[in-house]
C-alpha cells in the first residue's frame, strides 16, 4: 500500500520525526497516527464536572442573539416545502 505525500512541510515533518526518533518513515508516520489518535480517544472522553446548564451556557448565549423572525415551522409550511401542500 501507498501513501504519496504532495505536501513538502509533510514530507520533511515526517522525515524529521523518523530521524530524531532512529526510525523508518513508515513507522513514524504508524507512531504520530497512533498518537494522535489515541490523543483524541484521551480528549473524548475526559470528562466536565461542569453542571450541563454551565456547559450549554455558550450555546444557548449563541442562540439568543440570532435574529428573532416570529416564523411558525407547521405542518403547512413542512406539507409546501415536500410539495405536498394545497397550492
Known amino acids: ?8 512541510e509533510t514530507d520533511a515533518l515526517v522525515r524529521r520525526l523518523a530521524q530524531e526518533r532512529g526510525i523508518g518513515i513508515t513507522a513514524a508516520i504508524k507512531e504520530a497516527v ?25 450555546l444557548l448565549d449563541r442562540l439568543d442573539r440570532l435574529p428573532r423572525t416570529n416564523f411558525r ?3 403547512k409550511f413542512f406539507d409546501e416545502l415536500w410539495g405536498e401542500g394545497d397550492g
Do not use: F, G, S, Y
Not at 500500500?1 to 513538502?8: E, L, S
Open 1 to 8: 500500500m501507498v501513501i504519496h505525500v504532495k505536501d513538502d
Open 34 to 58: 497512533q498518537e494522535a489518535l489515541h490523543a483524541d480517544t484521551v480528549r473524548a472522553n475526559e470528562q466536565d464536572d461542569r453542571p450541563l446548564e454551565d456547559r450549554l451556557k455558550p
Open 73 to 75: 415551522a407547521d405542518k
